[in-house]
């Protein structure tokens, strides 16, 4: 365990020195995700009295909680490997784009002009009656939560078009930061109504490209998006705590919202710990429980359909519950060592390789297609610890389908004859 932590810290200097280190990398966001999930971790479980102890899955050995960890080391160790080996092999045209100093030139200016702002707002209206065609006064007050296995279709597409909602009324934050910040609400205020877990990640992006955008980064902004990204937590709070009422949509949460409970500070500290602890205890028991299987391994990496591949035969069996899924990391960890180290030796190179083509878009001032591009692989991040290796690896898969999807229509573009 102690070598492998000083290991970290070599390989983590060695991949600071070959990749310059930038806010939006792929590479960096994964490694520092998962520092900081195993710090935090253990902090929780040496020195956190009051366990949350989820599905009763904190109640967990000293023998187990640093068996898992010796393999949480092993993974970013593999990780930083297979970074550093993508970096020592790849042209060196790659090598220096790996070291430009993307900060110096980077901002989210959109540039827009009160055509698109009216553009944005009619978008915003189209949005509004979307939600009342699929709702109707059952998001301002109904008897129950809403079941999203009801219109699935159309809660996706819902889904969708608020996600590209949240991005348009950030598009606004530099020329109409007011009318940027009124469309941002409605957009909570929907998506509120709903219990959609969907406005605590527009409220990240929001926060993130209102910070990067064109304007002073001093200490007080720094400030600013500190204290957003709280508000973010607490927002995710109240999501969870209005489950729980009697009555739901906009009209209960928002008077909910007048009567807060004091309890809701820990709700707060519980959506940490359901952020960036919870994943670890799961995989503890993933360890535990799944059965070692090349054949699941097979149907896990397969990019085709679930039904194509026999996923519906296992996916039953790869969960703890009927609520929690086993993790991608005790999937991998239940294989042993030797499966860990090369596992996450290879998305170390996918990583980077994802991570050239976000700094080529970041350097060619493409922002908002590099920031899809990394919102896809913090998807992956996310989801390796929560969730099914078939669930977190999909998103690697859009990743590069997204790529190719951009080269096609970059070549569909440019082959039509210019006047």
Known sequence: MLLGLILLFVQFFLVSKSLRIFKFSPVYIYIFFGAVTMVLSVIYFYFYEKKFSLFNLDDVSEKQFLNALSFYVLSLNAFMTGVLFYFINTLKKTRILFNFDIDNQFDFNFNSGKKERNIIVYYFIFLFFFFLFLYGKSLFIRDEYPSFEENKGFVIILSFLSFIGCLLSSALYTQYKKTS???????????????????????????????????????????????????????????????????????????????????????????????????????????????????????????????????????????????????????????????????????????????????????????????????????????????????????????????????????????????
């Open 181 to 419: 910040l009124i469309l941002l609400f409605i957009l909570l205020l929907l998506n509120f109504g709903t219990g959609s877990r969907m406005g605590f990640i527009f409220l990240l992006i929001y926060g993130l490209i209102a910070y990067f955008s064109k304007e002073d980064r001093g200490v007080f902004k720094k400030i600013k998006l500190v204290i957003f990204l709280i508000f973010s937590l607490f927002y995710m709070a109240v999501l969870i705590q209005v489950r729980y009422l009697p009555e739901h949509g906009i009209i209960p949460y928002l008077t909910y919202l007048l009567t807060l409970d004091p309890e809701i500070f820990d709700t707060m500290m519980f959506n940490i710990y359901y952020l960036l602890v919870f994943g670890y205890f799961v995989t503890i028991e993933t360890m535990q429980t799944a059965s070692a299987s090349w054949d699941i391994i097979y149907t896990n990496i397969n990019p085709l359909p679930g039904s194509f591949v026999g996923w519906y035969e296992y996916s039953s069996s790869r969960r703890i519950n009927i609520y929690a899924p086993y993790s991608t990391h005790g999937e991998a960890f239940a294989m042993g060592k030797t499966f860990t180290f090369f596992f996450f030796f290879f998305i170390g190179i996918i990583f980077t390789n994802i991570d050239k083509f976000v700094r080529k878009m970041f350097k060619k001032q493409k922002n908002l297609k590099a920031l899809i591009l990394v919102l896809l692989t913090c998807l992956h991040i996310f989801y390796s610890f929560e969730y099914n290796m078939r669930s977190s690896l999909r998103y690697i898969y859009y990743s590069y389908f997204y790529l190719l999807m951009l080269f096609f229509v970059g070549g569909l573009i440019n082959s039509i004859p210019k006047r």
